[in-house]
């Protein structure tokens, strides 16, 4: 049964650098893609970006300049960096799992998700 | 990027009630196609993964139909635990993109 674990600070003021970690417990961490989903209150779902086990990283290039996705396969952690956060980056942040058979798109387990929210 | 839309935005049904959802890509994406429930407060869950294939676990009233730039989603008899909202989703290309969502309420 596998399990994402996040966490991270929750209250940041603009300018200020997010930073969430997500820890997987149970399965295979090499054998697929990890993901950073977020959610803006009462709105949709946006992808942030994935990596996997080698640090191959892709990103949403709405965000791309902003964004750093890594990993750290000693302890099946992986971790989000959002540089020069503002108003517009209030969201709930979800850790995914991505697997699929050409691109790793179908995300079958998710954290618990964590409301960072950015107030001056 | 591909742009996903929904329709309805939010719909109201009795339970028993058969509830239909319908996604359309912007551009062709095969079948790499997904659906998923979010209650509130909740992450979203995975129901279908390439537009047809029941993931493990998922009650067998709800299914996946579409190829294309045309999907359905169906819920054959609405059951009051269905009460979320579901989001279509696309991973032909990256980035990957979500519809805007369909709520789903008992009337």
């Known amino acids: 049964q596998v399990q994402l674990q996040q966490w991270g600070a929750g209250l940041l003021k603009p300018s200020e650098t997010l930073s969430l970690t997500c820890t997987v417990y149970g399965g295979s961490f090499s054998d697929y893609y990890w993901t950073w989903i977020r959610q803006p209150p009462g709105k949709g779902l946006e992808w942030i970006g994935e990596i996997n086990n080698i640090g191959s990283t892709k990103y949403n290039p709405s965000l791309h300049s902003r964004v750093t996705i890594s990993a750290d396969t000693s302890k099946n952690q992986f971790s989000l960096k959002v540089y020069s956060v503002a108003a517009a980056d209030t969201a709930v942040y979800y850790c995914?799992?991505?697997?699929?058979?050409?691109?790793?798109?179908?995300?079958?387990?998710w954290g618990q998700g964590t409301l960072v929210t950015v107030s001056s | 990027d591909i742009q996903m839309t929904q329709s309805p935005s939010s719909l109201s049904a009795s339970v028993g009630d058969r509830v239909t959802i319908t996604c359309q890509a912007s551009?062709?994406?095969?079948?790499?196609l997904n659906w998923y429930q979010q209650k509130p407060g909740k992450a979203p869950k995975l129901l279908i993964y390439d537009a047809s294939n029941l993931e493990t676990g998922v009650p067998s009233r709800f299914s996946g139909s579409g190829s294309g730039t045309d999907f359905t989603f169906t819920i054959s008899s609405l059951q009051p635990e269905d009460i979320a909202t579901y989001y279509c989703?696309?991973?032909?290309?990256?980035?990957?993109?979500f519809g805007p969502g369909t709520r789903v309420d008992i009337k």
């Open positions: 995914a799992r991505g697997s699929g058979r050409f691109y790793q798109g179908v995300f079958d387990n």
């Open positions: 989703q696309q991973y032909d290309n990256p980035p990957f993109t």
């Open positions: 551009q062709d994406i095969t079948n790499y």
